[in-house]
């Protein structure tokens, strides 16, 4: 277990020190200078050149990765190029919105999903079954920014409930904040719901065939007790490693969503930094989204020790 | 978290409440007495700020939040695009244009409670104009050989060269008069004169600003508590935040097409207003064929301006004949000098040696004006049998890269903001590599006098030279359109500098 997890780790290390590397190259080949866009049409060639040796970015590559890396080992993440303060404060702002919008469109989806797909198996050829069915190629197809409007033209614009963008801030109240995610989750827990539903389906119907459901039925047990002791918790790990998956998705994805509901998330964040060629913050943002898919399937990981004993037994 | 608010959940409950009673029928037309007395303000713009210092960076959006509210000039500039005393009381240039002698305001305190004097003022510019200066204007400051300071009211500038425009250019947001102990920190707590002080920054979102009660000028203190500045970058969301009350105003709404969404709105209204922003597509006139003026006036006349405007900005729009707007002084209508006529066009064009066309890219940023224009323009030129191919090119990084900076494209088109900017055809290097003696001569001259009716006469004559040799293709003045609440007043309709000026805006009872 422990070697298991060291082994982890160690992997962990690896993979986000190449992404970082990665990243800082890319960023470096992209055309566009941070300093000239700060300075606009009218600065002379005296005072970008002030501003590029103010900003360090007169230095060679390599000696800025290694401040860069060794300003992390210190857990100092920089300062952003163009807004001039420290990014770790920036990621933790944007991450007390991007996390709970991610959340809330989990819970959703899964509400939504799981209900749906167990139902859809159990009773094929069912009203479920062509609901599931109906409700999971809708919600893939229409595009998340479609929902995002619509929703915005009937709950804000036509019947004022909603606001119609924005985030008054956690400190504003608990319920005004959570109110301006409700949208913005419903929007993007659609094409997740959708897949979801797809995938609890197709495990709850594969789980149905192998032989100790058929055993358990033989036995005599309720076709109801057969789902839920039975084939439910056996199908739960695909759908389990579906919504890991989807967790980390959903954080990254979300540009979209913010972008249409102007919420100051991670994924705005991101996007503009790369338009103003922060490199600063890209790189932290593409590491911490790294560092989250990895943490992600670690947890995914051990949810199935959980589980499943016959895995508890395997390790 | 930290503390749960009532008056949020008395908003939301009051939305429910608003909602029902709407979704009833029932009508609701009295607002409520809160509302009336209302002393806040949510301000809507597209883009968000990269700071809010706009002595280090260039982006309009910085001035549009601190300039006039929390940071103030020496001189400023109002509403028609004259300037006017601020912090300086008074002025004198001497008979030789070289010592400008201010006289400067007493008592003023910066926002921390520091003294503006003339110390603080001679730091400010010297600030801007020293070796280390990161100014994105420092070029305005570049004629001023010393500063002095007799007592702390007095401040004198000796010029090395009679600078007409200086006095024009102090009123700039990027001239604003900074504190020598909290210039550091502008970028991020921006400190200054101004009737508004700075509050917070909720990075993405808002910036927020609230009444500055020590302010010096008492006749221009702020009517408001508060204002919030909000970003909203989707024109659909800038749409659905003024409808359903999120935000008072927006003054300068990104999407024309969106404009009559508003008409059957009772409570907000719409202007239509002039802004310093040109759009023009600049052409490299050191390539060919784009070196030959006949070839870049038979481009000029295979263009129909208002058909461009019509296509781009719903026909929101002013066309020009040179790089000048009609706020700017001396303007002069110069759209008659090559106006749209295909034959003469190909005429042109075979004169040239072009008689069957030729093919070019045009490198065309995202922001929407600029491939709806791209566009039609491609269809005209397509009229005289000009190939126009057209490349997306990403704003600000790779279009201030490839069109700025290495000068490798044969035509581009994007807004130019800067007001009375018609001297980047006389810089060397711009991107246009645009080469005139009699039109560099004529800048020149603008300098060296102070007097505007002179100013004037050259600046037509500017107009006269850039009409007939189109070193970029003129095409149309941007509006401003603003769409905010019936019942507030005092708003810029127009905007002689890109600004939100807030000192005089307040609610009508």
Redesign the interface.
């Known amino acids: 277990m422990i070697a298991l997890l060291a082994r982890r780790f160690a992997g962990l290390i690896l993979t986000l020190v190449i992404v970082s590397l990665l990243i800082f190259t890319v960023m470096d080949l992209?055309?566009?200078?941070p300093a000239?866009?700060?300075?606009?049409?009218?600065?002379?060639p005296?005072?970008l050149a002030?501003?590029r040796h103010?900003l360090g970015l007169d230095q060679p590559l390599v000696l800025r990765y290694g401040q860069w890396l060794a300003g992390l080992l210190s857990g100092n993440l920089g300062n952003s190029l163009?807004?001039?303060?420290p990014v770790a404060g920036?990621i933790v702002?944007?991450l007390a919105v991007t996390l709970p919008l991610a959340l809330m469109a989990i819970v959703l989806s899964v509400s939504i999903a799981l209900p749906l797909g167990v139902l859809a198996a159990s009773r094929r050829g069912g009203v479920f079954a062509i609901i599931a069915t109906l409700f999971s190629q809708i919600s893939i197809a229409v595009p998340v920014f479609w929902v995002a409007?619509l929703l915005?033209?009937l709950f804000?614009?036509r019947?004022?409930?909603?606001?119609?963008?924005?985030?008054?801030?956690?400190?504003?109240?608990?319920?005004?904040?959570l109110?301006a995610l409700v949208m913005p989750a419903i929007a993007l827990a659609m094409p997740q719901a959708g897949v979801l539903t797809r995938v609890a389906r197709s495990a709850v119907l594969e789980t149905m065939h192998e032989d100790f459901a058929r055993t358990a039925v033989a036995k005599g047990l309720s076709s109801g007790a057969v789902l839920r002791r039975h084939i439910v918790p056996n199908a739960l790990i695909p759908i389990l490693t579906m919504i890991g998956l989807q967790f980390t998705f959903l954080v990254a994805g979300a540009v979209l969503v913010e972008?249409?509901?102007?919420?100051?998330?991670l994924g705005?964040?991101a996007l503009?930094a790369l338009?103003?060629?922060d490199a600063i913050v890209m790189q932290d943002v593409v590491l911490f989204f790294a560092g989250l898919v990895i943490v992600m399937n670690f947890i995914v990981d051990l949810s199935y020790l959980v589980i499943d004993p016959r895995m508890r037994k395997a390790v | 978290?930290?503390?749960?608010?009532?008056?949020?959940?008395a908003?939301?409950i009051s939305?429910?409440s608003?909602?029902a009673a709407?979704?009833a029928g029932l009508m609701m037309t009295a607002m409520t007495p809160a509302e009336a007395a209302k002393t806040t303000l949510n301000l809507g713009m597209s883009v968000?700020p990269?700071?809010l210092d706009p002595t280090?960076?260039?982006?309009v959006a910085i001035g549009q939040v601190t300039w006039q509210n929390v940071f103030e000039g020496l001189v400023t500039i109002d509403q028609t695009g004259k300037v006017q005393p601020q912090l300086a009381k008074s002025w004198e240039i001497s008979a030789d244009g070289l010592t400008y002698t201010f006289k400067l305001r007493t008592g003023v305190k910066f926002h921390d409670g520091e003294a503006f004097d003339a110390a603080a003022a001679k730091f400010a510019l010297d600030r801007a104009r020293g070796?280390?200066?990161?100014?994105?204007?420092?070029?305005f400051f570049a004629s001023i050989a010393s500063i002095e300071t007799p007592d702390a009211e007095t401040l004198v500038l000796h010029l090395s060269a009679p600078t007409g425009s200086l006095i024009y250019w102090l009123g700039w947001p990027a001239s604003i008069m900074v504190a020598p102990k909290s210039a550091e920190n502008d970028?991020?707590t921006p400190i200054g004169t101004g009737p508004f002080k700075f509050a917070s920054w909720?990075?993405?979102?808002?910036v927020e600003l609230v009444r500055n009660g020590d302010y010096w000028n008492k006749e221009a203190s702020a009517k408001l508590d508060k204002v919030t500045f909000?970003?909203?970058?989707?024109p659909?969301?800038q749409?659905?935040?003024l409808?359903?009350?999120?935000l008072d105003a927006f003054p300068e709404f990104a999407a024309p097409e969106l404009m009559s969404s508003f008409d059957g709105e009772t409570r907000l209204i719409t202007k239509v207003g002039n802004t310093e922003l040109k759009v023009v597509a600049g052409m490299n006139n050191a390539k060919k064929p784009f070196d030959d003026k006949r070839v870049r006036q038979a481009l000029m006349m295979a263009i129909d301006r208002q058909t461009v405007i019509d296509g781009a900005w719903s026909g929101l729009g002013t066309p020009i004949g040179s790089h000048y707007t009609p706020n700017d002084p001396g303007y002069k209508d110069m759209t008659g000098v090559l106006p749209y006529d295909v034959e003469k066009a190909k005429a042109l064009l075979a004169e040239a040696g072009y008689p069957n066309g030729f093919t070019f890219t045009i490198k065309s940023p995202q922001m929407a004006y600029a491939p709806r224009s791209a566009q039609v323009m491609q269809a005209m030129f397509a009229e005289i049998g000009v190939t126009m191919n057209i490349e997306p090119t990403?704003f600000?990084?790779?279009w201030?890269?490839?069109v700025?900076?290495d000068r490798n494209f044969d035509m581009t088109i994007v807004a130019?903001a800067?007001p009375l900017?018609i001297d980047?055809y006389a810089r060397d290097p711009y991107y246009f590599n645009y080469r005139n003696p009699a039109f560099d001569a004529l800048m020149k001259k603008v300098q060296e006098t102070a007097d505007p009716a002179a100013q004037n006469a050259v600046y037509r004559e500017a107009q006269e030279i850039l009409a007939e040799d189109v070193p970029a293709l003129y095409l149309f003045v941007m509006p401003k359109l603003g769409v905010w609440d019936r019942k507030l007043k005092g708003l810029w309709e127009n905007e002689p500098i890109p600004s939100n000026v807030l000192s005089g805006v307040y609610w009508e009872e």
Not at chain 1, 36 to 44: D, F, P, R, W
Not at chain 1, 82 to 85: D, E
Not at chain 2, 131 to 139: F, I, T, Y
């Open positions: 992209l055309p566009g200078d000239s866009i700060m300075l606009g049409t009218s600065a002379s005296e005072t002030a501003l103010e163009t807004y001039g303060v920036l702002e944007r409007l915005i033209i804000s614009t019947l004022g409930l909603m606001p119609a963008g924005g985030f008054p801030g956690w400190n504003e109240g608990f319920l005004s904040a109110q972008n249409v509901f102007n919420l100051p998330g705005r964040l503009q338009s103003q060629r | 978290m930290n503390k749960v608010s009532f008056a949020s959940s908003r939301f939305r429910l608003l909602g709407l979704s968000e990269t700071g280090i960076a260039a982006p070796a280390n200066s990161v100014n994105p204007q420092k070029r970028k991020v909720m990075k993405g979102d808002r909000r970003f909203i970058a989707d659909q969301a749409a659905a935040a409808k359903s009350g999120d990403e600000p990084a790779k201030v890269q490839d700025m900076k130019h800067e900017d980047i």
